[in-house]
């Protein structure tokens, strides 16, 4: 597609749920990026994937996330157990290659709400 | 490890103000070094770049130096809008295939 693609918009669940959020990438972007926003703050790093090597999953903050991509298609990241800190805007963004290449684009985001 | 520090805001300004945001970086390597801005509602874009040292990047009137001895890169704009109100983060990527963002600076523009 022509830009980043994520869903759902919006999505509110209760206390210990599991959710599962969708990335579709711009085509042919080999880096995928999944950060967290918290209402009022920066930028949150989780979990990023490059081409078929391992992923870093440095940023996740808990065991009860985990996110899948397969090869440098779709991504989905998915929360157990849904705690009411979870509640934040879900970013997704791609990337291809180095240095002046590595411009990210963002989608517009998953703003989940824990209830 | 590699790292981005911000000014913290909010920084509010009057219209037709200078606007200076701080940005400085620790890298192993030699990063590519972005800004990037959030408008109310709307989703993160690239505002400007810059991929070496002394390398100015500008956009929308905005500018920022790439300054290799102070590690900074800081974010100015000589005349402030209100439709420049957003949230704007400093950015770095090593060439290791992942980029670093800042906490966020906020914006507010008074008329």
């Known amino acids: 597609g022509a830009g980043v693609s994520q869903s759902p918009s919006n999505k509110v669940t209760e206390k210990g749920k599991d959710v599962e959020l969708r990335c579709d990438p711009i085509s042919g972007h080999t880096a995928l990026y999944w950060y967290r926003q918290r209402l009022g703050q920066g930028l949150e790093f989780l979990i990023y994937f490059q081409g078929n090597s391992a992923p870093d999953k440095s940023g996740l903050p808990s065991d009860r996330f985990s996110a899948e991509r397969t090869g440098e298609s779709v991504s989905t990241l998915t929360i157990q157990r849904t705690q009411q800190e979870d509640s934040a805007v879900y970013l997704c963004?791609?990337?291809?290659?180095?240095?002046?290449?590595?411009?990210?684009?963002f989608g517009q985001g998953t703003r989940l709400t824990v209830v | 490890g590699d790292s981005v520090t911000q000014m913290e805001g909010p920084v509010t300004l009057s219209e037709e103000a200078f606007l200076t945001i701080n940005c400085t970086y620790t890298?192993?390597?030699?990063?590519?070094l972005f800004w990037y801005v959030q408008y109310p509602g709307e989703g993160l874009q690239l505002l400007l770049k810059?991929?070496?040292?002394?390398d100015k990047g500008s956009n929308k009137g905005f500018e920022a130096t790439y300054r290799k001895e102070t590690t900074s890169f800081h974010l100015e704009k000589g005349s402030v809008q209100v439709s420049d109100s957003a949230v704007y983060f400093c950015?770095?990527?090593?060439?290791?295939?992942?980029?670093?963002f800042g906490a966020g600076t906020r914006l507010f523009v008074k008329a």
């Open positions: 890298a192993t390597g030699y990063p590519s």
């Open positions: 810059a991929t070496k040292a002394d």
């Open positions: 950015a770095l990527d090593t060439g290791g295939f992942k980029t670093i």
């Open positions: 963004a791609s990337s291809l290659g180095t240095g002046a290449r590595t411009e990210a684009f």
